[in-house]
């Protein structure tokens, strides 16, 4: 589409950004809609990030993405939050709305769109969570809005995982683990067990969970790794016949729920769900 001055803007803030799928779901997605809007890319440094979002403001934009390293530190720079984007203190959509800017998170909305695709359903489920930084903080929120019974949280570093276990103080059953031998027992207990670390994007990583331990009693086995497409964790558990997800369709899924966000337009899923399986040649 032939950009003009009436061409709407938004886009992506992350340090690095080049490997950014992003752009190619959303320039598809407003191409489908007619929509004369561009979605851009844009490396913003740290120390740049205040003068950014400021931006958003001075140019007219109409909000964007925040991505890694910016997603806690760009919530001083707002004028309202939603009440999700502020119980967890982080932020991937900005919208512009009149003279605000307004922070939402749809992170872990987008995750349980993407269950939900997968037919993988919580209510009454016991939920084993590897990791407890930003990704599980906003995963833990929906998880306990989804009806699960019981979170198990199992982390490296233990003391994260009490610090995120006393955030949600008094909104659910949490338990706290530490990667011992505990986390066996935890794996026989659990329906679907999430991995929210990093651990598993190289293939060499050594796993959290050991292909021993994984029962084939478990429902699901969910990555939000997506690049490789299948983790190592993912493959131990689909040849063990348990049901696997990875993390294209929550990206698919929390980018659908910005697009709406902007444009207050149902998001075209499926031409959003081809531009990123072309994306990573799947
Ligand atoms: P994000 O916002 O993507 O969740 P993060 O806040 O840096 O990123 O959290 C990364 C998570 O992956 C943490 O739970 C981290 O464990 P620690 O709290 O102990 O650092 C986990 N993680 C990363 N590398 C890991 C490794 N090699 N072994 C175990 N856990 C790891």
Redesign the pocket.
Known sequence: MKKNGSTKITGILGYPIEHTASPCMHNAAFKALKLDWEYIPFEVKPQQLKLAIKSIMSLGMQGVNVT?PH?KAVVPFLDELSDEAEFIGAVNTIVRKGNKLIGYNTDGEGFIKALEEEKISLAGKNVLV????????GIIYQLLLGGAKRITIA???IE??KALGKHFKGKGNIEILP?DNSLKSAIKDADILIN????GMKDA??L?VDKNSLPKSLEAVVDIIYNPPETKLLRIAKKKGIKTMNGLSMLLHQGALSFELWTGKKAPIEVMRKALCQQFKM
């Open positions: 890694i997603k590897l990791g407890a930084g930003g990704a599980a903080n982390n490296r570093t994260k995982a990667l929210t670390t990093s651990l990583d050594v959290l």
